[in-house]
């Protein structure tokens, strides 16, 4: 692909990103917005209009379902979603909060799947949703289980972000935490992304040890004391090794 035609695709994106984040907008707004001239920006509009990406309505142009379709049939090809089955939504009935099942994809955490149990917190998470692996339990449980060439890799590339006051910046102090992860068999953040959450998670590994993903619960901080976070992460292990076994039947 030649410079020419690899700027036109992230031009693009750049205008598809703009439109899933604020909701839509009109040619000129996007056009300032961007920083490209208006009749660049109506001509990618109108290409993602004839190719079902995007849909106009009285001027005003946003992103249509063609998207979710695209992440849906992705979501059912991986196989760790397909291995998880019901143990998401067994694991909110038990613990009443919040579950996700998360995968790395482009040195990022994204959530695949997400249970709600009776007492969960809405914390606006969805499928697709994506976020810095150093910065949440589950991230930190997949990359425990990646060599430390890759995990020096990821942090070159990404940085290590600062969420919230409690997130880890320092890689020396990560390191560390990426140890005791693996001891231990679970990751925790108290806070680390989102201020008063706590979130224990578990890694699923395949029968090669290869990293798959990550069974997260989480929840308020004044709900989940000592004695249940223990509870907790027996439940994920529990759930991520169920998990790993299905894997070999996926």
């Known amino acids: 692909m030649t410079g020419a035609s690899n700027r036109s695709v992230e031009r693009a994106f750049r205008i598809v990103d703009e439109l899933a984040e604020n909701g839509g907008g009109r040619v000129s707004e996007l056009a300032d917005r961007l920083e490209m001239p208006v009749s660049t920006v109506h001509n990618y509009l109108q290409a993602l209009v004839e190719t079902g990406y995007v849909t106009v309505e009285d001027k005003e142009y946003s992103t249509t379902t063609r998207f979710l379709e695209v992440g849906h049939r992705q979501r059912h090809r991986l196989e760790v979603f397909q291995a998880v089955s019901d143990e998401l939504q067994d694991i909110a009935a038990e613990t009443g909060e919040h579950v ?51 995990v020096e890799e990821i942090i070159d590339r990404q ?21 005791e992860i ?28 290869e990293i798959r993903g990550a069974i997260c619960v989480c929840g308020p901080q004044s709900r989940i004391d000592e004695a249940r976070r223990e509870e907790i992460a027996d439940i994920v292990k529990r759930s991520a090794n169920v998990t790993q076994v299905n894997l070999d039947y996926v």
């Open 182 to 209: 693996r001891e231990q068999g679970y990751a925790i953040d108290e806070g680390e992304r989102i201020a008063g959450m706590v979130c224990i998670s578990a890694p699923v590994l395949d029968k090669s040890g």
């Open 100 to 150: 996700t099942l998360m995968v790395e994809e482009n040195d990022q955490c994204v959530i695949v799947a997400v249970q709600e149990g009776p007492d969960a917190v809405n914390l606006f998470a969805y499928p697709g949703a994506r976020m810095p692996l150093h910065a949440a339990a589950p991230g930190k449980a997949i990359l425990a289980h990646m060599s430390d060439e890759r």
């Open 159 to 179: 940085g290590l972000v600062e969420m919230t006051n409690r997130t880890v910046t320092d890689p020396d102090v990560l390191f560390d935490q990426l140890e």
